[in-house]
């Protein structure tokens, strides 16, 4: 008897001790979880009805996103995106809607460049999730006011300008992110929110930072409007 006794004592402990790592395990899946995923972390928990099935979505976009191979981009090609996108803040100014819509499309061209895969937005949002957790919302958020229709119909309504405005903010901080980041290294840069952009409905969404004087370019120097224009090479 005191030999079965001690070995449903030992059988207990090893059950016991199995649990506790077993809980220390999913503790620290969860904890790389959040750590990554941010803010993305509530808002899918919050779609969920329990955290498991929240989690398991989460390890399968983490999944999706580390079997790419996202590459920095070139000193070039920076310079080029970033021409371009300069070229967007000046036709904001006279089109806000056609501006807004060339900078959804120029952050998904950097994004294709970087080597995410083309496909639909809500993909690309997901990916874009494991990597840059605090812009993802923002991301969205400008997608949905550049893709909204106010009249119900097929044809896009008219547009609110400081929605437009709204919406450039939230697609430079993401383009910043992309532009700016090496793979993995998540959200470093800390974009400027609505507070950098100047009011009035003919002003332009302000850069992240204020060039020094000698150094503003001349709108009437800079390329024709337009994602099809290509920068000259700057003076040494």
Same mark, same amino acid.
Not at 44 to 59: C, F, I, K, N, W
Not at 164 to 193: C, H, I, M, W
């Given at each position: 008897?005191?030999?079965?006794?001690?070995?449903?004592?030992?059988?207990?402990?090893?059950? +016991?001790?199995?649990? +506790?790592?077993?809980?220390? #395990?999913?503790?620290?899946?969860?904890? *790389?979880?959040?750590?990554?995923?941010?803010?993305?972390?509530?808002?899918?928990?919050?779609?969920?009805?329990? *955290?498991?099935?929240?989690?398991?979505?989460?390890?399968?976009?983490?999944?999706?996103?580390?079997?790419?191979?996202?590459?920095?981009?070139? #000193?070039?090609?920076?310079?080029?995106?970033?021409?371009?996108?300069?070229?967007?803040?000046? *036709?904001?100014?006279?089109?806000?809607?056609?501006?807004?819509?060339?900078?959804?499309?120029?952050?998904?061209?950097?994004?294709?460049?970087?080597?995410?895969?083309?496909?639909?937005?809500?993909?690309?949002?997901?990916?874009?999730?494991?990597?840059?957790?605090?812009?993802?919302?923002?991301?969205?958020?400008?997608? #949905? *006011?550049?893709?909204?229709?106010?009249?119900?119909?097929?044809?896009?309504?008219?547009?609110?300008?400081?929605?437009?405005?709204?919406?450039? +903010?939230?697609?430079?901080? +993401?383009?910043?992110?992309?532009?700016?980041?090496?793979?993995?290294?998540?959200?470093?840069?800390?974009?400027?929110?609505?507070?950098?952009?100047?009011?009035?409905?003919?002003?332009?969404?302000?850069?992240?930072?204020?060039?020094?004087?000698?150094?503003?370019?001349?709108?009437?120097?800079?390329?024709?409007?337009?994602?099809?224009?290509?920068?000259?090479?700057?003076?040494?």
């Amino acid at each position: 008897m005191l030999t079965v006794g001690w070995i449903l004592l030992v059988i207990c402990a090893v059950a +016991v001790l199995g649990s +506790v790592m077993l809980l220390g #395990q999913r503790d620290s899946r969860r904890a *790389r979880l959040q750590r990554r995923f941010g803010p993305e972390y509530d808002r899918v928990l919050a779609e969920h009805t329990d *955290r498991r099935s929240a989690e398991r979505q989460l390890r399968q976009i983490a999944e999706r996103r580390d079997a790419l191979t996202i590459n920095p981009l070139t #000193q070039a090609d920076r310079a080029t995106y970033t021409v371009r996108w300069e070229t967007l803040q000046t *036709r904001f100014v006279d089109d806000p809607a056609e501006a807004t819509s060339l900078a959804d499309a120029l952050v998904g061209e950097v994004m294709r460049a970087r080597g995410y895969p083309a496909g639909s937005f809500a993909e690309r949002a997901e990916l874009l999730s494991a990597d840059h957790p605090r812009v993802v919302a923002g991301y969205r958020e400008a997608h #949905q *006011r550049t893709t909204a229709k106010p009249d119900g119909k097929s044809a896009p309504g008219r547009r609110d300008t400081e929605s437009l405005r709204s919406a450039f +903010v939230r697609y430079r901080e +993401v383009f910043n992110q992309l532009v700016g980041s090496n793979p993995g290294s998540g959200d470093k840069a800390a974009p400027t929110g609505d507070k950098a952009v100047p009011t009035g409905d003919k002003a332009a969404p302000a850069d992240d930072k204020a060039a020094p004087p000698g150094d503003r370019q001349d709108p009437k120097e800079r390329p024709a409007a337009g994602l099809a224009a290509t920068p000259a090479k700057r003076e040494a």
